[in-house]
T-cell receptor, first 113, second 114 residues
Framework: AQSVTQLDSQVPVFEEAPVELRCNYS??????LFWYVQYPNQGLQLLLK??????LVKGINGFEAEFNKSQTSFHLRKPSVHISDTAEYFC???????????FGKGTRLHILP | NAGVTQTPKFQVLKTGQSMTLQCAQD?????MYWYRQDPGMGLRLIYY???????DKGEVPNGYNVSRLNKREFSLRLESAAPSQTSVYFC?????????????FGSGTRLTVV
């Protein structure tokens, strides 16, 4: 069965600095990978997804992620964060196009002024 | 432009009481899901319905039942609430499954069991 590990529960970063949120997955088959964002007191929104093709995936709000099959990782990056990026970020995996999605435990991004 | 609508938004129950959380989507999606979110635990899948007329257990189904009433509606029932079921519950839907289309989430139901 697939699983997702988000290596940091909280990440503090200064405004306008770059950030990387780490995600590793385990699966015995090919996977589909996602990053979702949850702003305070809201539901989750899809940031980006990797299904196939280019390993560098660009999403909304200037975020991007890189799929690395050999390291079973799908880290999320942004070159310059803004206070509005304060949220919890979830990495997720699915083993099939029609399969359910399994979420990681989340990483809280704190933007410092 | 409703998307996924969950009711109620907040609920307080006494231990042993029952209640049903309602979820409806207006996007003609085939698949619907119920997750619970607890601090430090992320989202855990309770039950899902890949298509109308089918339901399957997820990671944490104990203490819950579901009904896929029709294509639009997917309800979650707590027959005898326990304090361990205090959580935020999210309903989600997708067109044919998670990977191709991702999920659309509702805004959540915050449930407290005392």
């Amino acid at each position: 069965a697939q699983s997702v590990t988000q290596l940091d529960s909280q990440v503090p970063v200064f405004e306008e600095a770059p950030v990387e949120l780490r995600c590793n997955y385990s699966s015995s088959v090919s996977v589909y990978l996602f990053w979702y964002v949850q702003y305070p007191n809201q539901g989750l929104q899809l940031l980006l997804k990797y299904l196939s093709g280019s390993t560098l995936v660009k999403g909304i709000n200037g975020f991007e992620a890189e799929f690395n099959k050999s390291q079973t990782s799908f880290h999320l990056r942004k070159p310059s964060v803004h206070i509005s990026d304060t949220a919890e970020y979830f990495c997720a995996v699915s083993e099939g196009r029609d399969d359910k999605i399994i979420f990681g435990k989340g990483t809280r991004l704190h933007i410092l002024p | 432009n409703a998307g996924v609508t969950q009711t109620p938004k907040f609920q307080v129950l006494k231990t042993g009481q029952s209640m049903t959380l309602q979820c409806a989507q207006d996007m003609n999606h085939n698949s619907m899901y119920w997750y619970r979110q607890d601090p430090g635990m992320g989202l855990r899948l309770i039950y899902y319905s890949a298509s109308e007329g089918t339901t399957d257990k997820g990671e944490v189904p104990n203490g819950y039942n579901v009904s896929r009433l029709n294509k639009r509606e997917f309800s979650l029932r707590l027959e005898s609430a326990a304090p361990s079921q205090t959580s935020v519950y999210f309903c989600a839907s997708s067109a044919y499954g998670g990977a191709n289309y991702g999920y659309t989430f509702g805004s959540g139901t915050r449930l407290t069991v005392v």
